[in-house]
């Protein structure tokens, strides 16, 4: 995109969407740089969306080759045009993208980003990771918030019928218009590891279960060594385990991470096409507001379990980050 | 939901997709990741470029093809081995009846026009199907799920009509800029560029006792020998100057209104025009005219001036009579043809101008005047996965467990998704209670013709009426009728309704039938003499047909005002046009009025359902407990107006 303006090509393919969020912050997203990591269901849901709404780059981190197994809920693999043999999962999505909106750069890095240099995530504006285990989760949070810019940080976990997404945006400025005027906002957010350290006794009384369950389930990984998702049923023991010992450190009551919804976690643990476009779509709003500047951000916990039909939001923060 | 259960039920299952648009393209591609195996798909429009932002399945190289065709192959290409049927087709043909909709498990909707979404509606009571319905608008969206019998059907509860605005207010008081559009539009453009033999209320009003009504078609034909810049002028001299001056001249209309000041082209544009701007059009294909290109006029968000308008009026005419002389005549207004959304903002802004209203850009104003839906991939994602978690709950027969499920921009008590249980059907629906409805009209004036068009096609939504009094009919539409008896019924329509050969009066109880949709109607009919000219144009009063009040509140900021379909109560119908999809907005707003709805308290804490062990609500009101953020939802094209916190 050359100058200031958008083309009359944007114009004509973005006319539905500016008309939501406004030229500029069009503009914007058209210069705005995008990391993803883990390339499962919900990520390729949102990696859609965001090409789609003209964001200028997507890199994509995923050097797992494609299987069988990951078929199930990625519609960016396309089983038969030799789409894949022995590409990686990272190589295989970014053809498919490159066809939603031939104005965005898609590419592929290979490695592990987790030991790429802060450098590296300067280039970006947001980073998503998914599929990752905890301390990676909180090095790469880490390493964007070591940054003089601003780099966004998301995760998003789905395992069946329930679905988890973290936002941090460190200290975000925004402005909005309220009743004619423009009015200043901030809101602080709390790092991955600094919102998990906060004590459970110290959270608001109705936080949703599945905030707790899925941190036995990621404490479980972390402690066992075990890929992120490859806890199963066949855990159930050790998992239920750990719940009373982490119910006791923080002095919460093991009702709170009920059996039944634990259970559901551990004998679904594919993930499920509909939860993947709802947390896809969410991600994809809250990385649209972020870039653009639009909109009030969530902060910062956002779940959806298909049994009670709620997407809610949880603020999980300490006292010197609570809003 | 035991796994194995649900995956046989959803490989089982045979499922109908009405439209494949926004949501439509979202919904298949879930459907199809989550295991469905036998889906058909109707939808009757082609590819646009400004689709593409959301309805990933298609590509640029697609602009022009069918949509349900085009989606089936790109879903097929990651899942090969499944069946999808595309239908490139309006719901609403024959074939389509209820012995089609029988054979399906669940129906699901991705529409986005009230008409089509009743008429499925009925067709799937008249099978007993289920039907999972949906909407979305920019960051706005809602899911619902309807069992005949056990919940709602989908017009129960009322539905807000197109916004349609007082004849007078459109030719002679705007207030607003949609006035102006509407007059730009409507009666303007449609004079000079559509059917001349259409009735039009350009003149109405605004012409006195001196003007014949042929001296009025004089002004607007332009004459043989006369330069096009002078026809031009002739005519922006006409509407802009003389008919306000006339306008002017009834001293009793600006009493308590700011007068309009009339706008001569001589005072805005001095010099001529120059032939230079010809130069740029060379080499121009006719479809490509552009009066911005001709005048540089770069960006479609910039507010002209009055001058800038006044140029792009008198260009945007000369080109419609240089380079597209052959549509002149034929033409109605089509948001995608740059030359004539150039025109009507350039028209509506030089009214607008005149009347102190605030000018728009063509950006805003194209919005206004197409009826444009704002609309991103998010939401559509969203939605579609919440019609595949309702869609498998209704074929595993999970009665107790359906929902309705808003998706709000701002959160109400910390929920984005906010899932609500059905009612029980509504005892006074017309539709599924099969309740009567009253008619009030002067049965000596009124003519079967405008009961039919006005009140059984345009407010009871059926296609095919057959009109009957006791064993005697009135009317009917059919394709094996008899010469004889489609001679009749054409006869009976001019005629009035006391004049019938079974008399309509006061009293008279008509039965109607659409035999498509397999739905019949009782309406009883009371006589009476007057109608207000304003208030009720069509001079027929239906009630007992429950209609969302029309916001009438002129202090709404202007993103509520613009949904204008058929501005002018003209008796034309609306069918086989897109109209507002700012209605299934209205719907997201009505659940959050507190009028209509109800919110059940969804947290842990909830007191038991006194309605017993059926988890579908009784229609008992019930205080409403959400935030006033949940009022918030304001619907506008301009995103400052978004976070607005404004009570409805």
Known sequence: MDGEELTEQETALYDRQIRVWGADAQRRLSK??????????????????????????????????????????????????????????????????????????????????????????????????????????????????????????????????????????????????????????????????????????????????????MRVIEQFEDVEGRNPGETSIADRLGVLKLRKELCETNSLDESQIPDALLERLLTDTREFPPVCAIIGGILGQEVIKAISGKGDPLKNFFFFDAMDGKGLIEDISGPSTRS | MAAQEQLSAIKRAKVLMVGAGGIGCELLKTLALSGFQDIHIIDMDTIEVSNLNRQFLFRQSHVGQSKAKVARDAVLRFRPNISITPYHANVKESRFNVDFFKEFDVVLNGLDNLDARRHVNRLCLAADIPLVESGTTGFLGQVTVHLKGKTECYECQPKPAPKTYPVCTITSTPSKFVHCIVWAKDLLFAKLFGDKNQENDLNVRSSDTANSSEHSEDVFECRKDEDIERYGRRIYDHVFGHNIEVALSNEETWKNRNKPRPIYSKDVLPEKQTKENGNKEKGCAADDVSAMVSLSLKNPQDIWSLVENSRVFLEALRLFFLKREKDIGNLTFDKDDQLAVEFVTAAANIRASSFGIPLHSLFEAKGIAGNIVHAVATTNAIIAGLIVIEAIKVLQKDNNNYRMTYCLEHPSRKLLLMPVEPYEPNRSCYVCSETPVSLEVNTQRSKLRDFVEKIIKAKLGMNFPLIMQGASILYEVGEDLEEDMVAIYAANLEKALSELPSPVTSGSVLTVEDLQQEFSCSINIKHREEFDEEKEPDGMLLSGWVEAPVDKDNNKPIGNDESTSNALPSGETLEGEKDDEIQETSEVVEAFTGKKRKLSEVSEVTAPDPSGPSSINQNKPKKLDIDDEADELIISDDWESLTKKKKL
């Open chain 1, 32 to 213: 705005s740089h995008i990391l993803v990591c883990g390339l499962k269901g919900t990520v390729a849901e949102f990696c859609k969306n965001i090409v789609l709404a003209g964001v200028g780059s997507v890199t994509l981190v995923d050097d797992r080759v494609v299987t069988d197994e990951s078929l199930p809920a990625n519609f960016l693999i396309l089983p038969h045009e030799n789409h894949y043999n022995g590409k990686t999962l990272a190589e295989v999505c970014c053809d498919s993208l490159k066809e939603f909106n031939p104005m965005v750069d898609v590419a592929v890095e290979t490695g592990d980003i987790s030991t790429f240099g802060v450098e590296f995530f300067e280039k970006f504006d947001a980073v998503i990771i998914s599929c990752c285990s905890l301390g990676k989760k909180k090095l790469i949070n880490q390493k964007c918030r070591k940054l003089s810019k601003r780099v966004a940080f998301y995760t998003v976990e789905c395992r069946g019928s329930c679905g988890e997404m973290f936002v941090d945006l460190q200290d975000y400025k925004y402005s909005k218009k309220k009743l004619e005027e423009t009015i200043e906002c901030q809101i602080e957010y709390p790092s991955f590891e600094e919102a998990i350290s906060v004590p459970w006794r110290a959270l608001p009384r109705r936080v949703s279960k599945l905030y707790f369950a």
